[in-house]
C-alpha cells in the first residue's frame, strides 16, 4: 500500500506517513528496489585487491614499450618500461605476492628493456664493424651521409675514433 498523501486508497493515518517507510522507493540499500523485488539484501560488487590500479597501469605501460620496440624508438621503452617496473613493486604494496596483471605488467616491461638494450647494442656493433663487414654497403651509407650532412662516413669515423683514442680506421 502506498502511504503517501493524498493516497486514493484510504491508507492508515489518512495518508499520512509518520516514518516515511515507502516500500516502493529506489533507495539500492533497503532492499525495496525495483531490480530486487524480493527484499533481499544486495550483493557487494567484487573485491579489487590493493593496487590494482598500479598493476593496470603497469601491464598498459608493458605493452606501450613492446609496441615502442616496433615502431624504432629507443627512449620510449626506457622510460616507460622503468615506470611500468616501479609501479609494478609498488602495486604490489605490503602484500607478498603481485597480482596477475602486475606480474604480466613486469614480465612485458622487463623484455621490453632487454630487447631495447640488445637492439641498441646491435646498432652499435653494427656502426663500428659496417666497414669489415660490406664495403659496398659501407659506401652506400658514405654517400647518404655526405648528402644528408655535408660529412661522410669515414670523417664521423675518424672523429669518433679521434675522441676514444682509437686506432685510424683502416
Avoid: H
Amino acid at each position: 500500500m502506498d502511504y503517501q498523501p493524498d493516497n486514493p486508497q484510504g491508507g492508515p493515518g489518512g495518508g499520512y506517513n509518520p516514518y516515511n517507510n515507502n516500500p516502493y522507493n529506489n533507495n539500492p540499500y533497503n532492499g525495496n528496489n525495483p531490480y530486487n523485488p524480493y527484499g533481499t539484501p544486495l550483493q557487494p560488487g567484487p573485491f579489487k585487491p590493493r593496487g590494482d590500479n598500479m598493476a593496470t597501469a603497469s601491464l598498459i605501460l608493458g605493452v606501450i614499450t613492446l609496441a615502442s620496440l616496433l615502431l624504432l624508438r629507443l627512449s620510449m621503452p626506457f622510460l616507460l618500461g622503468g615506470v611500468g617496473i616501479i609501479l609494478a613493486i609498488l602495486s604490489r604494496g605490503g602484500a607478498r605476492k603481485m597480482i596477475g596483471k602486475a606480474k604480466a605488467g613486469m614480465t612485458c616491461c622487463i623484455i621490453g628493456l632487454v630487447l631495447d638494450v640488445t637492439f641498441c647494442v646491435f646498432a652499435v656493433w653494427l656502426v663500428f664493424s659496417l666497414p669489415k663487414l660490406s664495403p659496398d654497403l659501407t659506401e652506400e651509407v658514405n654517400k647518404m651521409c655526405e648528402e644528408q650532412y655535408g660529412v661522410s662516413y669515414y670523417e664521423m669515423m675518424e672523429e669518433i675514433y679521434d675522441m676514444w683514442d682509437f686506432d685510424e680506421v683502416e
